[in-house]
């Protein structure tokens, strides 16, 4: 089987987009699937196998590939900008379509949809560009602390905690380096959990085992440091809770990965507020990150999946559901 990985990107996450990647070619099994790399440099030029060519060439290689397997987190990749072109070049490949891929990146439109779905979201406000105060009325209504994060990004770049409101202005600074439009989220007092969705070739989800982050002295949170510096955060998995909030969890993370429409896989993050309340959704990633280190592969470890068994699930569940997209559209 032809397969073509495409990863880097224009993104601030480009780094971790490699670390993806060289992980995921480490684990497939190459008597199995015929490899092509195609990277997306930091300035969007394009190169395939190690060797610089256009754009129309770069498609055109992945127009040939059995399956594409876009290992790119954040903008000009996981939000479905790379989606659209592979959609416009017939090429099945792994994780959500175009619209999921882009709701999933905006954590405004998430939060909408999935309220509207009836999950709960950290309450906030969205502060978009040439808006630079947040009105006396939201500060009384989310109270502090807050967190104050780019609407479009990942891998907690440009994400602040806040215990002042003195502290707002640089808070929002750090966050528009990333984006112009910020959100301002209530701080929940709780613990964090993961759960990872997948999704098999004939249609049906699974919720893995929840995973419990730990973060170690001197992060107030889940920063960028601790996620990718070594021993800055413990993963419990499974998760040490009662079997009910488990079960709770994932069928919450399932109905998230029904109503944003996703496909393949999905990481949802939630709080599980100190006061005993409903687990609170923060936030989705529909494509996580994905070396052997990282919580999703993690979490379908402990549920007794390989990587490797991992990675052909996922595009096994790829071609499956283009040659479904294909039957439907036929029957137009």
């Not at 950290?122 to 502060?127: H, M």
Request: hydrophobic content about 45%.
């Amino acid at each position: 089987m032809k397969l073509a990985i495409v990863y880097g990107g224009r993104s601030g996450e480009h780094e971790v987009s490699c670390k993806s990647a060289h992980s995921i070619l480490a684990h497939l099994d190459r008597g199995r699937y015929d490899v092509t790399e195609v990277l997306i440099g930091r300035d969007g030029a394009w190169h395939v196998d190690g060797l610089p060519v256009g754009m129309g060439d770069a498609l055109r290689t992945l127009g040939r590939a059995d399956v594409v397997f876009p290992a790119l987190h954040g903008p000009y990749g996981e939000d479905g900008t790379v989606q659209s072109l592979l959609e416009l070049a017939g090429v099945p490949y792994v994780g959500s379509g175009v619209l999921a891929s882009a709701t999933g990146m905006d954590k405004e439109f998430t939060k909408k949809i999935l309220a509207a779905d009836g999950l709960r979201v950290a309450d906030g406000a969205v502060l978009r560009p040439g808006t630079d105060e947040l009105p006396a009325a939201d500060r009384d209504r989310l109270g502090l602390p807050v967190f104050v994060k780019p609407a479009r990004a990942g891998s907690s770049i440009g994400v602040t905690r806040v215990d002042d409101w003195a502290a707002l202005p640089a808070a929002l600074d750090a966050a528009r380096a990333c984006d112009g439009k910020v959100l301002v989220e209530a701080g929940v007092t709780g613990r964090e959990v993961d759960v990872a969705v997948l999704q098999f070739p004939d249609g049906s989800l699974r919720a893995g085992p929840p995973l419990e982050i730990r973060v170690t002295d001197g992060h107030g949170f889940f920063d960028y440091d601790a996620k990718y510096t070594a021993g800055e955060v413990v993963f419990d998995i499974p998760a040490r809770l009662d079997p009910a909030v488990t079960a709770r969890l994932q069928e919450l993370a399932v109905q998230a990965f029904t109503a944003l429409d996703c496909r393949g896989l999905l990481r949802v993050d939630f709080f599980l507020p100190a006061d005993g309340g409903d687990p609170v959704l923060n936030e989705v990633n529909t494509f996580p990150g994905f070396t052997s280190a990282s919580q999703y592969p993690r979490m379908w470890q402990a549920a007794g999946m390989s990587y490797p068994e991992l990675l052909d699930t996922l595009i096994a569940t790829a071609l499956a559901s283009a040659a479904h997209r294909l039957t439907a559209l036929s029957r137009r």
